[in-house]
């Protein structure tokens, strides 16, 4: 299990966990769900309920993730399988993304 923590325009906004590779859960951050002022972070994931479960990584984070010649270069140079959605997701948007949702990887030991 991997998860990642998900920021709104620099504002914690929730956990998204992929248990597996066939099932994917983003779960808004209590607080932030109860905030009628903190837009949801996508059309897609309303804020109408507070977790959402998947067979497939969510269209909001797997549109984040580059494609063609990008996606084999990002995968080979920083040694994670190219089908790894999640984990080139997790290597990939920290920082610098286009538009307002960022990530950051929850490190386990």
């Not at 998204?16 to 932030?32: A, M, P, Q, T």
């Not at 497939?56 to 140079?77: A, D, I, T, Y």
């Not at 790894?84 to 990530?103: E, R």
Request: net charge negative; aromatic share 12%; no cysteine.
């Amino acid at each position: 299990m991997r998860t990642l923590e998900i920021y709104r325009n620099s504002i914690f906004a929730g956990l998204l966990i992929e248990e597996n590779r066939k099932h994917y859960i983003f779960r808004y951050d209590e607080k932030y769900f109860i905030d009628d002022n903190k837009p949801a972070i996508s059309l897609t994931l309303p804020k109408t309920q507070i977790e959402y479960n998947s067979e497939f990584l969510f269209p909001l984070f797997f549109n984040m993730l580059s494609e063609g010649v990008n996606r084999k270069l990002q995968s080979k140079q920083l040694k994670i399988d190219e089908e790894d959605n999640f984990g080139i997701l997790a290597a990939t948007a920290q920082y610098d993304t286009i538009g307002a949702i960022t990530v950051k990887p929850i490190v386990t030991t």
